[in-house]
């Protein structure tokens, strides 16, 4: 059983191995992507952060997924050339993977046995129809911990815990809050 995000291994872009013990004493946000979502100009939010708080230790990990309405189509490079060419990202993209179901990468079901899924804002213009779609699909859908759509992100701390989730719909300032007091 995993202690913290240092026990696991991913693949990086090119499907090399990749150990999270790497970012050991680092602050991470690990995000599920895609690049063509109505929350994909989170990229730029993104990389602002990472800008500004990379070299106080924070790390931004991308990986990218096509589970929710198809919106991550393509290659890992072609993925890579989209991010890098409309939004001049620069923090590690890791292999596309799956974030929930038989296939689910082994990070997130742990992350998701860390920090269950918190509720949309339904202020926000996407979260009000996020909710509606969802529950009619499953009326149970929020008591479920799995993912529920892309750009949902984790926050862990220097000790490798996860000690929040933020929902797609979760406004950037709200976060980079969490990431000063981790730093």
């Given at each position: 059983?995993?202690?913290?995000?240092?026990?696991?291994?991913?693949?990086?872009?090119?499907?090399?191995?990749?150990?999270?013990?790497?970012?050991?004493?680092?602050?991470?946000?690990?995000?599920?992507?895609?690049?063509?979502c109505g929350f994909t100009p989170q990229y730029e939010e993104l990389e602002?952060?990472?800008?500004?708080?990379?070299?106080?230790?924070?790390?931004?990990?991308?990986?990218?997924?096509?589970?929710?309405?198809?919106?991550?189509?393509?290659?890992?490079?072609?993925?890579?050339?989209?991010?890098?060419?409309?939004?001049?990202?620069?923090?590690?993209?890791?292999?596309?993977?799956?974030?929930?179901?038989?296939?689910?990468?082994?990070?997130?079901?742990?992350?998701?046995?860390?920090?269950?899924?918190?509720?949309f804002d339904k202020n926000h213009k996407i979260g009000a129809l996020l909710?509606?779609?969802?529950?009619?699909?499953?009326?149970?859908?929020?008591?479920?911990?799995?993912?529920?759509?892309?750009?949902?992100?984790?926050?862990?701390?220097?000790?490798?815990?996860?000690?929040?989730?933020?929902?797609?719909?979760?406004?950037?300032?709200?976060?980079?809050?969490?990431?000063?007091?981790?730093?």
């Open positions: 059983m995993a202690q913290n995000v240092y026990d696991f291994t991913v693949k990086d872009r090119r499907g090399n191995d990749v150990s999270l013990n790497e970012y050991k004493g680092k602050v991470l946000l690990i995000v599920n992507t895609a690049t063509r602002a952060l990472y800008k500004v708080y990379k070299e106080q230790g924070l790390e931004i990990l991308d990986f990218p997924c096509n589970q929710f309405g198809q919106q991550a189509p393509g290659t890992e490079e072609e993925i890579h050339q989209f991010c890098t060419l409309n939004y001049g990202t620069e923090f590690p993209q890791f292999k596309k993977i799956e974030v929930n179901g038989e296939n689910e990468s082994p990070l997130f079901t742990y992350l998701k046995s860390q920090q269950g899924f918190k509720g909710d509606d779609m969802l529950s009619k699909a499953d009326p149970d859908y929020a008591s479920k911990p799995d993912i529920k759509w892309n750009f949902t992100k984790f926050l862990v701390d220097r000790e490798g815990n996860v000690v929040e989730r933020y929902e797609p719909t979760t406004d950037c300032k709200v976060i980079e809050e969490a990431i000063k007091k981790l730093l």
